[in-house]
T-cell receptor, first 113, second 114 residues
Framework: GNSVTQMEGPVTLSEEAFLTINCTYT??????LFWYVQYPGEGLQLLLK?????DKGSNKGFEATYRKETTSFHLEKGSVQVSDSAVYFC????????????FGQGTRLTINP | KAGVTQTPRYLIKTRGQQVTLSCSPI?????VSWYQQTPGQGLQFLFE???????NKGNFPGRFSGRQFSNSRSEMNVSTLELGDSALYLC?????????????FGPGTRLLVL
């Protein structure tokens, strides 16, 4: 079945540092890929998405490129802020069978001032 | 446009009781999915409803059930609660549940089973 693997956290960075959170996936067909963010005590918010190979999703300074050759969708940001502290989830939605969201385990990010 | 709303936000129940959670999707969205989030298992898919029909179901026991009404609002029910059912239950909606669509999540209902 489909699966998503994220780099293990927690990740702690200083403000203005460069961020990369690795995400790789296993899926048949051509899934859509998503990054969601969860702030303390809240639900999930969509951060960005990509629906086909080589697409780049971007939002709020975050970017991720859908790489089918390496089955990856790594999240990057050039200069993080304290307000970026949250848990980040990589997810995919397959185009075959039950088209449910399959999530990675989440990566907790803490940004220190 | 209002987002996905879930009620109640917090619930405390005891083992053996049952509970019903409610979800109102974004206006115009006809697909509603439910997920369970726990520290140990992460985010797991429970089921999806579209046009009042259950379209997909995850690997949860029959104690977990749901339904969808003609206005797309959805409820999920857990009977004979167990301690392990303590979790954040998230509802998500999308237009038609197609694979390339974004699912928009509500704030969740936090259930504590004592």
């Amino acid at each position: 079945g489909n699966s998503v693997t994220q780099m293990e956290g927690p990740v702690t960075l200083s403000e203005e540092a460069f961020l990369t959170i690795n995400c790789t996936y296993t899926a048949t067909g051509y899934p859509s890929l998503f990054w969601y963010v969860q702030y303390p005590g809240e639900g999930l918010q969509l951060l960005l998405k990509a629906t086909k190979a080589d697409d780049k999703g971007s939002n709020k300074g975050f970017e991720a490129t859908y790489r089918k050759e390496t089955t990856s969708f790594h999240l990057e940001k050039g200069s993080v802020q304290v307000s970026d502290s949250a848990v980040y989830f990589c997810a995919l939605r397959g185009d075959q069978g039950a088209q449910k969201l399959v999530f990675g385990q989440g990566t907790r990010l803490t940004i220190n001032p | 446009k209002a987002g996905v709303t879930q009620t109640p936000r917090y619930l405390i129940k005891t083992r053996g009781q049952q509970v019903t959670l409610s979800c109102s999707p974004i206006s115009g969205h006809r697909s509603v999915s439910w997920y369970q989030q726990t520290p140990g298992q992460g985010l797991q898919f429970l089921f999806e409803y579209f046009s009042e029909t259950q379209r997909n179901k995850g690997n949860f026991p029959g104690r977990f059930s749901g339904r969808q009404f003609s206005n797309s609002r959805s409820e999920m029910n857990v009977s004979t609660l167990e301690l392990g059912d303590s979790a954040l239950y998230l509802c998500a909606s999308s237009l038609a549940g197609r694979w390339q669509e974004t699912q928009y999540f509500g704030p969740g209902t936090r259930l504590l089973v004592l």
